[in-house]
């Protein structure tokens, strides 16, 4: 039985993972919002062990981010829709992007990170951990 699982929009790429995952983190980076296209991103973030990812479909684009260390963004070429994110100075650990969720109502978030960048009519659920970037920072 896997805890998470989920697949980009054209169904070229499926991932699963048997871990729960850690938490859901909302991020208002300027960088999500650009990939995703919209006001921020909602990441499961899950163990890389276990991951597992199947499809050819799968690309990568790697940019530093806020940290300055390297993001890796993983999406699908056929369809483009974003799926997960490596990022270097979180080791071990993946933000998988909850829309893609096969069930993404269970992923209410529980923390924001980037809030700096947050658009303004973006309300933020203040009774939650909020950082103005990342908790390392
Ligand atoms: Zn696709
Ligand atoms: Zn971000």
């Given at each position: 039985m896997n805890t998470i699982k989920g697949n980009c929009l054209c169904g070229g790429i499926h991932y699963s993972s048997h871990l729960a995952p850690l938490s859901t983190a909302v991020c208002h980076c300027i960088d999500c919002q650009k990939q995703s296209g919209s006001a921020f991103s909602v990441n499961l973030l899950v163990q890389a062990e276990g991951f597992l990812v199947q499809g050819v479909s799968l690309g990568c684009y790697a940019k530093a981010g806020g940290s300055g260390l390297p993001v890796k963004r993983y999406f699908c070429t056929r369809c483009g829709s974003a799926l997960y994110s490596e990022i270097a100075s979180m080791p071990g650990v993946l933000a998988v992007k909850?829309?893609?969720?096969?069930?993404?109502?269970?992923s209410a978030p529980n923390l924001h990170l980037w809030c700096a960048s947050a658009q303004p009519w973006v309300v933020i659920d203040r009774s939650l951990p909020c950082f103005e970037q990342t908790p390392t920072e």
């Open positions: 909850a829309g893609t969720l096969s069930h993404p109502r269970n």
